[in-house]
């Protein structure tokens, strides 16, 4: 019997960091055996809030309880200890280890004998089993992580914390690099949970999902608790009013744009790797958003890669206005009018170390370094440089101390928008955007798909490969979906539904085969 | 509020002040190490090792070690001096070679090291092999082809020796009172600095060190920076090696060896990163004269010189983990 009517309650946590108020006296109570949303932009707290939980920060003023008992939570472990588990947006996983040794990372099993404590394999499978049952997971424990996908990994981290006794599970952002499959399977396990009693509080953007899994949503800005709502009573806009703090009407800019003459043609193209896209043809008009959709695995991005000169093409030709090209190199590729904004930023997109002026010169400066450089012996015009990164922090509306600053100490969505406006001070005449989106809040996902729809109605080609379905549907003109490397259809018009997408996105052969 | 500011100011600049420190100590103890001849001996000690520290860098700015740049140097400093033996010496390397101007050992080891250079670009950026074990394995081929070098007859690995007075002099002589070694050793900073801050292949460097799978998608051909920083390094290590060779007047098999750890030691604390991305000259400079100014200073004040490696070491463990704080403070 716990002494509260909640296992979670953090009283008027506040937390600064210099020169900012992270929090301002943040209250917020968690029931057992339920789904505890937490709304917000970035930067309004929800990770601070978290982290504090946690134990990864210590609040200055405020406290925590847990079954209604204060506890002092100085770190993770106290954390563990209290049965507080979280799940990082980002997972760290030992990879050349199995499952198993990830669940029990830390605490092996052991048997001791002659002093020395022996990994005891058998008990090791048989719990790893146990939990996995429990959550209804089909994973070997025997299974090396390195060929898990990223969503069990993620499960993976959930079975850690089930495995610790969790009685609250903190998740950050956990669908973001989740396709809907994988989601749902993710969903079910979260109801499993909820029936054992555990609490979850479950951090996202995305709205749709908040809504259909959670039973309470607290929502948060800039550092302050807005309230909390049972779920049953908001609707996407009621959220995202709350969130931004003003109205929000529509979560798309109006479609202005009227695609014109073919521009972009793919045809046949198939991949050097034979376990990669095969025979895909499509073509992109001017002033056209073509929507790219289809499951983690479709290979969607190893085509546009491909399509970039990043990877290698077996055969099929690559027209831009009925002129065949080759990109042998991504240079190659921005010579040709192209430019991509690649899925993940971290890895390949930002260079984290430079500056934002450097970051956004990065491809300009390459593809036509005279433009930067004085006359002579050429060395770098620094005037015209800042001169045309201001511009694009000026129309990006970048949130940016100055050009020199180190683009990693910007948050998620500003850095995005610094490597968008690389790609648009080359002025492309076909933009290729890999989930421009992901992990970013509303406010930045309005702006850039505002950037899309002017763009199309400058009349260049906008490819946009997105795992969000309504992002999918509410920009795209057409929408090609992808399915093991095999183009499954293109649609367009009053075709385009979830459940057709979802259809086209599970199986090629089906529709080949009715054709 | 103030002795917070004080304390970052500290941090921030721990360099300068540890040089400053030492030299004050040095000073007090000893007056006379603050004269112009020991202040020119200590940047003319420097000069070959500012060569290898500024070539280091710029790899290190790309994201990679150039481990085979000390024994690069060696290898430099023996074929630049046997090019430059005397007619008349009796142990002459290349026994029927006439007279050669002064610029043919000099470019020829120049030369030496570019190839070489391209070839560990070649094997680190073309066959993938990590940068430290390319480095130890081409360090021991080196070491093995400089012995090998030194044995052929009628040399029998004696030390090389009977230099022309011409290259004796571009090693100890000087201009209005500036060693020739330091006017080198200050224009390849020169242009070092240029190279990174005023050229689009410095931006180049700095982002494919940053982020090598960004800057192959921004369009930067990623092998070609790689095979530029380490043929320049392997150019400016065997040019060094030439350096000390004419100082010297000799030159041995284990000239330079170690070097490439001073190199890859000065640039770190100088500021640079293993993970790339991040350096500059100043600092790396300023690495090069702590070192040198505690190899000197030590022995002036009479302190046994085997002291100079624990506090070498003491300044690379201090200055690393106060960078890593600078950091951790950031985030």
Redesign the interface.
């Given at each position: 019997m716990s002494k509260s009517e909640y296992v979670l309650e953090a009283v008027e946590i506040s937390k600064s960091f210099p020169g900012v108020k992270a929090l301002d006296k943040v209250s917020m109570r968690v029931k057992p055996g339920t789904v505890h949303a937490l709304m917000g932009e970035n930067g309004a707290g929800k990770s601070t809030l978290m982290k504090c939980i946690y134990g990864i920060y210590s609040p200055d003023h405020g406290s925590i309880l847990i079954d209604g008992e204060k506890a002092t939570i100085a770190n993770p472990r106290n954390a563990m200890d209290l049965g507080v588990s979280m799940i990082h947006q980002e997972l760290h996983p030992v990879r050349p280890q199995t499952a198993g040794e990830n669940i029990f990372l830390g605490r092996i099993p052991y048997k001791k004998v002659a002093g020395i404590h022996w990994v005891d394999r058998q008990r090791l499978i048989g719990e790893t089993k146990e939990v996995f049952k429990k959550m209804g997971l089909d994973i070997d424990p025997k299974q090396k992580v390195a060929e898990l996908s990223t969503a069990y990994c993620q499960l993976l981290e959930i079975a850690r914390a089930v495995s610790l006794g969790a009685k609250i599970i903190i998740m950050d952002e956990p669908t973001s690099s989740l396709t809907d499959t994988e989601t749902a399977i993710l969903f079910k396990i979260i109801k499993q949970l909820k029936s054992e009693n555990v609490a979850i509080i479950y951090i996202s953007h995305k709205i749709d999902e908040i809504l259909e899994i959670s039973d309470a949503v607290t929502i948060m800005r800039d550092g302050k608790n807005v309230g909390t709502w049972p779920a049953s009573e908001l609707t996407t806009d009621s959220i995202v009013s709350r969130m931004v703090g003003r109205e929000m009407n529509n979560r798309f800019p109006p479609k202005i744009h009227t695609p014109g003459a073919e521009y972009l043609r793919i045809d046949g193209i198939t991949s050097t790797d034979p376990h990669s896209f095969q025979d895909i043809s499509f073509e992109v008009r001017k002033g056209e958003i073509f929507g790219i959709g289809g499951l983690v695995g479709s290979q969607r991005s190893e085509l546009i890669e491909a399509i970039?000169g990043?990877r290698g093409i077996a055969k099929g030709t690559i027209r831009i206005d009925g002129k065949e090209i080759y990109n042998k190199?991504?240079?190659d590729?921005?010579k040709n009018g192209m430019a991509?904004l690649?899925e993940d930023r971290r890895?390949?997109?930002?260079?984290?170390?430079?500056s934002v002026a450097?970051n956004t010169?990065?491809?300009q400066?390459?593809?036509h370094?005279k433009l930067?450089?004085r006359k002579g012996l050429?060395?770098?015009d620094y005037k015209k440089r800042n001169a045309d990164a201001q511009k694009y922090v000026d129309t990006l509306s970048i949130k940016t101390p100055s050009l020199k600053t180190a683009i990693q100490?910007l948050s998620g969505g500003t850095q995005q928008k610094v490597l968008l406006g690389?790609w648009l001070l080359t002025q492309p005449n076909i933009l290729i955007l890999d989930e421009p989106t992901r992990g970013i809040d509303v406010g930045a996902k309005y702006e850039i798909y505002e950037l899309m729809e002017e763009m199309a109605r400058d009349g260049k080609c906008v490819i946009m490969i997105s795992s969000e379905m309504p992002e999918l549907m509410g920009m795209s003109d057409r929408i090609m979906v992808m399915c093991e490397g095999h183009m499954s259809g293109i649609i367009s018009g009053s075709e385009v539904t979830d459940e057709k997408i979802m259809l086209l996105a599970s199986t090629y052969k089906a529709i080949q085969e009715e054709e | 509020m103030k002795i917070k500011n004080i304390s970052k100011y500290v941090v921030d600049k721990i360099l300068y002040i540890c040089l400053v420190l030492m030299i004050i100590i040095i000073s007090v103890i000893s007056p006379s190490f603050l004269s112009i001849r020991v202040l020119s001996d200590v940047l003319i000690q420097s000069a070959p090792k500012i060569l290898l520290a500024m070539g280091m860098l710029v790899v290190i700015i790309a994201g990679g070690m150039d481990m085979t740049v000390g024994r690069l140097a060696g290898l430099g400093a023996i074929i630049s001096g046997t090019l430059a033996q005397q007619t008349t010496y009796y142990l002459k390397f290349w026994t029927n070679l006439p007279e050669l101007p002064i610029v043919v050992p000099i470019v020829a080891s120049i030369l030496i090291g570019l190839a070489m250079g391209a070839v560990t670009g070649i094997i680190i950026s073309k066959f993938k092999v990590p940068a430290f074990l390319a480095g130890l394995g081409l360090q021991m081929i080196l070491y093995g082809g400089n012995l090998l070098l030194l044995k052929k007859a009628p040399n029998n690995s004696q030390p090389l020796a009977g230099y022309k007075d011409t290259f004796l002099k571009f090693g100890t002589g000087s201009i209005f009172g500036v060693s020739y070694l330091i006017i080198a050793a200050m224009l390849v900073m020169v242009f070092v600095y240029i190279l990174l801050n005023m050229t689009t292949l410095g931006k180049n460097i700095y982002a494919t060190g940053g982020n090598r799978e960004a800057a192959k998608v921004a369009g930067i051909n990623v092998f070609k920076v790689d095979m530029f920083v380490y043929m320049l390094s392997g150019a400016l290590a065997a040019f060094a090696g030439c350096m000390i060779a004419a100082r010297t007047g000799s030159a041995t098999a284990t000239y330079a060896e170690g070097y490439e750890m001073d190199a890859i030691a000065s640039c770190i604390i100088g500021g640079a990163s293993f993970a790339g991305g991040i350096g500059n000259v100043p600092g790396a400079f300023l690495g090069v004269i702590i070192f040198s100014v505690i190899n000197y200073g030590l022995t002036f004040v009479g302190l046994s010189s085997y002291w100079q490696y624990i506090v070498k070491g003491l300044i690379i463990v201090v200055a690393v983990a106060l960078d890593m704080r600078k950091y951790a403070s950031r985030s």
């Open positions: 970039f990043l190199k991504p240079i590729a921005i991509l690649t890895k390949t997109g930002m260079i984290g170390s430079s450097d010169l990065i491809v400066q390459n593809a370094p930067y450089t050429h060395f770098i100490s690389r | -």
